[in-house]
């Protein structure tokens, strides 16, 4: 006869195995959001393992050289504080997938950012950017491109080069067109455009673009009437 344990038992071996695998895996996640920190702190260096770090929503002005000693780093919030530069010693971050410094003052980036080969999210929203670095283009795993709120008047031509492009916001800048190159890009899905740019015009090579499925731009953006046609198919144009 076969022994039946009972279900508080069960419940508590179960339990057991979850404290126990909390125990054996160490905490891989800092979290400093909102503390009112104005500079990077220190101790953070001393944390081995350091896979995820908030530090959104402080009064931090720069980042230290050392950041390329967090090896582990996979993802990075630096998002609302008081940056306007990111030092060259973040290319080192070799195993970083996301990004996020939004809400900052940052003027420019890094050639270094180029190095970044694992990153998949790139978030750059409401900063004060006017170009972007030609390294950009070695980003082949750069999924989510997001550049809403800058300065940016042009792109460089190789961002055609980040074929692992799925999303792309341009949302108010002042850019008057896009490189020839996005028609390389053939996994994009959505591209924004809307306010980014007086008169903006769009190449006819998005047409090569057979993924796209959604296109966001103003009634002033200049679309070449190849788009016009695929709309028919399985794009939606979105005016604003």
Do not use: W
């Not at 694992?118 to 978030?123: D, G, M, R």
């Amino acid at each position: 006869m076969r022994s039946v344990i009972p279900l508080c038992v069960l419940l508590h071996l179960l339990f057991s195995c979850r404290v126990t695998d909390r125990i054996i895996h160490p905490d891989t996640t800092l979290d400093l959001s909102k503390k009112g920190l104005k500079e990077f702190p220190a101790y953070i260096f001393e944390k081995q393992g350091l896979k995820v770090l908030y530090l959104y929503g402080n009064s931090i002005d720069s980042i230290p050289s050392r950041i390329s000693e967090l090896q582990d780093l996979e993802e990075l919030y630096i998002g609302k504080n008081d940056l306007k530069s990111l030092p060259p010693e973040i290319g080192k971050l070799k195993r970083l997938k996301i990004l996020s410094a939004q809400y900052n003052a940052l003027n420019e980036l890094p050639e270094e950012i180029g190095e970044l080969t694992e990153l998949e999210q790139l978030i750059l929203n409401q900063n004060s950017l006017r170009c972007l670095p030609g390294s950009i283009g070695s980003l082949q795993k750069l999924e989510n491109l997001q550049l809403k709120i800058n300065q940016l008047d042009s792109l460089p031509y190789n961002l055609g080069t980040c074929t692992g492009l799925r999303i792309i916001y341009l949302n108010r800048n002042n850019l008057t067109s896009l490189p020839s190159s996005i028609g390389k890009i053939q996994g994009l899905k959505e591209l924004y455009l809307s306010g980014a740019g007086m008169l903006l015009e769009v190449p006819e090579s998005l047409c090569e673009v057979r993924n796209l499925e959604i296109l966001e731009v103003d009634q002033t953006t200049v679309l070449p009437t190849c788009l016009l046609v695929n709309r028919a198919n399985r794009l939606t144009i979105i005016y604003h």
